[in-house]
């Protein structure tokens, strides 16, 4: 994966969602549901179960650089590699902890939202 044409660790974990957006949905008087869709966008969860204090913080410090990111993931739907506009959702952590010096994170969790 990439962000801002930065390669990122690989997340232990990624959820890719679709959604499609409606404009309108509404039912018929026979009951049939009728809507139009507008567009149709991904969301990106990246799940990292332990990663280092200097991973973590390189990644934060690319969307610290701005409010929308190149993201670059694999995509189910083709198969091939994506590139979509993402804004920033929800950045949770869990408690962190030392190995040798080196400081970790636990169940980090992070949400990329396409434009």
């Known amino acids: ?48 179960t332990i990663i280092s204090d200097a991973e973590l913080k390189a990644i934060l410090d690319i969307l610290e650089g701005g409010v929308f990111h190149s993201v670059t993931h694999p995509d189910p739907q083709g198969g091939e590699a994506k590139t979509i506009t993402a804004y920033v959702g929800d950045i949770n952590q869990g408690a962190f902890f030392r190995r040798n010096g080196v400081r970790y994170w636990k169940d980090v969790r992070l949400a990329l939202i396409e434009q």
Do not use: C, H
Not at 8 to 21: A, E, H, Q
């Open 1 to 48: 994966m990439q962000i801002n044409g930065v390669t990122i660790k690989t997340p232990m974990d990624l959820t890719v969602g679709v959604f499609r957006i409606a404009s309108e949905a509404e039912r018929t008087a026979s009951g049939l549901m009728v809507l139009d869709v507008i567009a149709i966008k991904r969301r990106l969860d990246l799940t990292y």
